[in-house]
């Protein structure tokens, strides 16, 4: 049936008509938020780079945590700033580590009940040197200086940095680094310490992206030396980014994440086609502070445009979405 017995305008009439063909929704359950915690009393302080996100302390946090609960967010992501650093990023891993004592903090809160607490297993934040493992002296390289991310040695701390976020509460376990075979090492950790129930949200698509930058500033976590091209991901391999995956499913990942999600669109698509667990998307800092330049300048409306990012994400297969914009964004949708 052709024009003009067929209008597909019909259906785009109204509001009404609108929403009730509607093929893609959004909701604030969708939805988790980012928390950077960091030491201190009464500490909140904004981003220079990310307008409207802040290095929280503790009890900001969980004023944080709260705001979040009544928009009904689906849960927080959580990173840590901690007061010192080294080479083995201790703090990542201590009892008293900086998310450690955040998680007990919100587990003694009320808005634990409603959200889902997440944490991120990765070193960068804490290591002096930035990078995501242990570094040692590249034996192929002589006596040049060269450096490489010795992948066996940075489970045993990846592991650690897992028990210890799993005893403090987090109800997920979230590891982020993209070192070979960190999944398998944490879920055999995890359920011989007694966390056979927590499961793992796997960063399992990460790719090497220039979109970080403004996390970096709010981590602290930018490499002091080289990059991290020998672990993340290459920009242009969409077949290696379903390997990876498989791998992570095969060893024992319940969920995975895509990162970033705009200019990876495809792999988020690719996989929702593959597989069939839960898929995560993170719209990570880049793409949240060039949509805030451009709402700045007058350029974007602020608020469809950031809909739009995030529908968009979803329309790609993304079960549910970081976003720096969640609180925001759920406001716009209650």
């Not at 879920?187 to 129930?197: E, I, M, N, S």
């Not at 974007?300 to 995030?310: P, Q, V």
């Not at 609180?327 to 716009?332: E, F, G, Q, W």
Request: hydrophobic share 45%; aromatic share 8%.
């Amino acid at each position: 049936m052709a024009f003009p017995a067929t209008r597909m305008r019909r259906l785009r009439r109204s509001d009404a008509l609108r929403a009730l063909v509607r093929e893609t929704t959004l909701e604030p359950g969708d939805l988790i938020y980012p928390l950077f915690l960091c030491s201190g009393e009464g500490v909140r302080r904004e981003i220079g780079s990310m307008p409207g996100v802040f290095n929280l302390s503790i009890d900001e946090a969980v004023r944080e945590a709260a705001a979040a609960a009544s928009l009904g967010l689906g849960g927080l992501l959580l990173f840590g700033l901690p007061e010192t650093k080294d080479e083995h990023g201790t703090g990542a891993w201590e009892k008293n580590g900086i998310v450690q004592q955040g998680l007990r903090a919100l587990k003694a809160s009320s808005a634990a009940k409603k959200l889902v607490l997440i944490a991120d297993v990765c070193l960068c934040e804490y290591t002096s040197h930035g990078h995501c493992g242990v570094v040692v002296k590249d034996p192929d390289e002589g006596d040049s200086g060269a450096f490489e991310v010795n992948n066996d040695l940075s489970l045993k701390l990846l592991v650690r940095t897992a028990v210890s976020l799993a005893n403090a509460g987090a109800d997920v376990i979230a590891p982020s680094d993209m070192m070979d075979g960190r999944v398998a090492a944490i879920r055999k950790a995890l359920d011989r310490d007694g966390h056979a129930q927590t499961p793992i949200l796997s960063y399992a698509s990460k790719f090497a992206s220039a979109f970080y930058g403004p996390f970096r500033e709010a981590a602290d976590s930018a490499p002091q030396f080289g990059d991290r091209r020998s672990y993340q991901m290459d920009s242009a391999n969409l077949r290696e980014a379903l390997r990876e995956i498989d791998l992570d499913l095969q060893e024992g990942a319940d969920m995975i994440l895509m990162k970033p999600a705009m200019p990876y669109l495809d792999v988020v698509r690719a996989a929702r086609e593959r597989y069939g667990v839960p898929i995560g998307a993170y719209q990570v800092s880049g793409e949240y502070s060039m949509l805030h330049a451009a709402f700045q300048k007058g350029w974007l409306d602020r608020d469809r445009a950031m809909l739009e990012s995030l529908l968009g994400i979803r329309r790609a297969g993304a079960d549910f979405l970081i976003t720096y914009f969640a609180k925001d964004a759920a406001k716009l949708l209650a």
